[in-house]
């Protein structure tokens, strides 16, 4: 096999300075080397996709009725390979009506075709426990003793106590109100009300106004 050589290129291993004067001297002083030889010969592909797009519509005008009117002779052409009988295809089962779909699964249920017997040209997999290189095998055939019953876990018992024997759950007792907290909170409620009948107040005015605006435009027109 082929020595894989992941290491970095020299490239990367050269200093600053050095690279900045290879730069330099590749910049005024380049390599001069001998002209290139194509030997292959160029193919004729026609306009490009993007020089046809490029040309102005009068010219791809008279292309277009060129074609229509006197059509390029092309010589005909020779198939070389041979074609495969593969059947009906899918598209023209699909498209006969459901009585051909029935009369055939009929037929088939009834006379079905007979094949030729299959031959297996590859070995059978040698099973567990038999001569092979398979390393993997069932538990039971690589175990061999009694069984363990492990005792239960013992379960944690939980006693029952009565409603009567229950002890009391004292309730905190509530703290006693603010009474600047509840003036704070009356005048706020009342802020907001009034804040709330001022906006309902002005949505009206620009409602009606626009609605004044309309009817002076449209009439006036």
């Known amino acids: 096999m ?41 193919v004729d592909v026609g306009l490009l996709p993007g020089e046809l797009l490029e040309l102005p519509w009068y010219r ?18 020779e198939l070389e390979s041979r074609p495969v009988d593969v059947g009906e295809l899918l598209g ?48 039971s055939t690589l175990i061999d003793g009694p069984k363990v019953f492990r005792a239960d876990v013992p379960q944690a018992t939980h006693t029952k106590v009565s409603v009567e024997e229950a002890a009391p759950i004292a309730l905190p007792e509530p703290a006693p109100a603010d009474p600047a907290l509840l003036i704070a909170r009356v005048q706020l409620v009342r802020d907001i009300g009034r804040t709330r009948f001022r906006r309902k107040i002005w949505i009206s005015l620009a409602a009606a106004e626009a609605i004044f605006l309309l009817v002076m435009v449209f009439k006036f027109q």
């Open 2 to 42: 082929f020595d894989l050589d992941f290491s970095p290129p020299e490239g990367l291993n050269r200093s600053l300075w050095r690279s900045l004067v290879i730069n330099l001297a590749d910049r005024f002083a380049p390599e001069r080397l001998p002209p290139l030889q194509l030997s292959s010969k160029p």
């Open 60 to 77: 791809t005008v008279f292309t277009n009725l060129a074609d229509v009117i006197s059509p390029e002779t092309l010589p005909p052409l």
């Open 92 to 139: 023209d089962e699909l498209s006969h009506g459901w009585w051909n779909s029935l009369l055939q699964s009929l037929r088939d249920r009834i006379a079905p075709d007979r094949l030729p017997p299959l031959e297996l040209t590859s070995h059978p997999v040698a099973a567990f426990g038999a001569e092979s290189n398979l390393q993997i095998l069932d538990w």
